[in-house]
């Protein structure tokens, strides 16, 4: 079995955990609140935006061989951004002006600091990770998220076909990276999967609930 199999089946509580959070289901059957959807939308463009120089800070980092795939990465992150940017406006929501709330600000801290402080195994299991969550947590969504909402965009984009091989290959290139680690350096990349799953799951409650600091609600 490779890696990522295994890690998947070892953190499988935590996954599930994930694929079960209440925001993904509300959000599939269609009676998620329009403002804890805004609220996911104005967090996770903040971590999108991230994601860019995380992406980036791996670069140096990488194989030669990854250069294209992570320059592809950044690219479709612009994209995206521009998705969330017309989902926004077709639903009138104000993405910008909203600091982050303290998980993102965490999170994505987490990613920038994985990005610069780890070895490009841990940094690339992290982006991994992330990836892997939003495909699966959307393909919840899409398993019965009606034809005509405004966030099948969302799910075109992150449980569709090409995202669906991209994360195919980010598995791959992992399993091999795992294959050429020590033993310590694998588990400091098991670690790094159950700390990113543990992440997904704050920001979806994060988005569910609220986006205070804590100590500071009013
Ligand atoms: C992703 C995301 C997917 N957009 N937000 C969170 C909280 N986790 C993962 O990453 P990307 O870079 O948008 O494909």
């Known amino acids: 079995m490779g890696f990522c199999a295994e890690q998947l089946e070892r953190h499988a509580a935590l996954w599930h955990s994930m694929l079960t959070h209440p925001f993904l289901i509300a959000t599939r059957d269609g009676t998620i609140a329009d403002e804890r959807f805004a609220r996911w939308m104005r967090q996770d463009y903040l971590f999108v935006e991230a994601a860019i120089p995380f992406i980036a800070a791996l670069v140096p980092k990488a194989p ?99 995202f669906a091989e991209y994360v195919g290959w980010l598995e791959g290139e992992l399993d091999r990276l795992a294959a050429a680690a020590g033993e310590a350096e694998r588990e400091r990349m098991a670690e790094t999967i159950a700390l990113t799953v543990r992440y997904e799951i704050a920001f979806w409650q994060m988005a569910l609930t609220d986006e205070s600091w804590p100590g500071l609600e009013e």
């Open 64 to 162: 030669r061989a990854h250069w294209r795939p992570l320059a592809g990465a950044i690219t479709a992150l612009e994209k995206e951004l521009e998705l969330f940017e017309g989902r926004a406006r077709v639903v009138g929501v104000e993405l910008r002006g909203t600091p982050p709330s303290f998980v993102a600000h965490a999170y994505i801290q987490f990613l920038l600091a994985t990005a610069l402080r780890a070895g490009y195994a841990e940094a690339f299991t992290l982006l991994y990770a992330a990836e892997k969550a939003y495909h699966e947590s959307w393909k919840v969504v899409r398993s019965g998220l009606e034809e005509t909402s405004p966030w099948q965009p969302f799910v075109e984009n992150w449980a569709g076909s090409a």
